[in-house]
């Protein structure tokens, strides 16, 4: 599975942005993908995950509220919305797949992982 993170852009606080994590080599229906973002300096975080099937999806609390996650299974490609955004979002987010049926929040349990995309909120 090869995927790519797209969408990211420099932002003021309070802006929305669109992320996309086209994918290809495999369908993605079986895998459960998330939302991983690493700023400078510190370790790559969770953002948000979502079950292969959509019907569930898990924020971390800094997100929740704010970044909804959703997937086109049909257009094998995931999103994240993200409104309100602030500094502190400021990050590269990096979308991932994992072949399981149970999510994780854990960037080691992913299988699959894209070259990121920059987000960056100006105050």
């Known amino acids: 599975v090869q995927l790519q993170a797209s969408g990211g852009g420099l932002v003021q606080a309070g802006d929305s942005l669109a992320l996309s994590c086209p994918t290809s080599?495999?369908?993605?229906?079986?895998?459960?993908m998330g939302w991983f973002r690493q700023a400078p300096g510190k370790e790559r975080e969770f953002v948000a995950s979502?079950?292969?099937?959509?019907?569930?999806?898990y924020s971390s609390d800094s997100v929740q509220g704010r970044f909804t996650v959703s997937r086109d299974n049909a257009k094998n490609t995931m999103y994240l919305q993200m409104n309100n955004l602030k500094p502190e979002d400021t990050a590269i987010y990096y979308c991932?797949?994992?072949?399981?049926?149970?999510?994780?929040?854990?960037?080691?349990?992913?299988?699959?992982w894209g070259q990121g995309t920059q987000v960056t909120v100006s105050s």
């Open positions: 991932a797949a994992r072949s399981s049926m149970w999510t994780s929040r854990k960037s080691n349990d992913y299988n699959y």
């Open positions: 080599g495999r369908a993605i229906g079986s895998y459960v």
């Open positions: 979502i079950t292969w099937t959509g019907t569930s999806t």
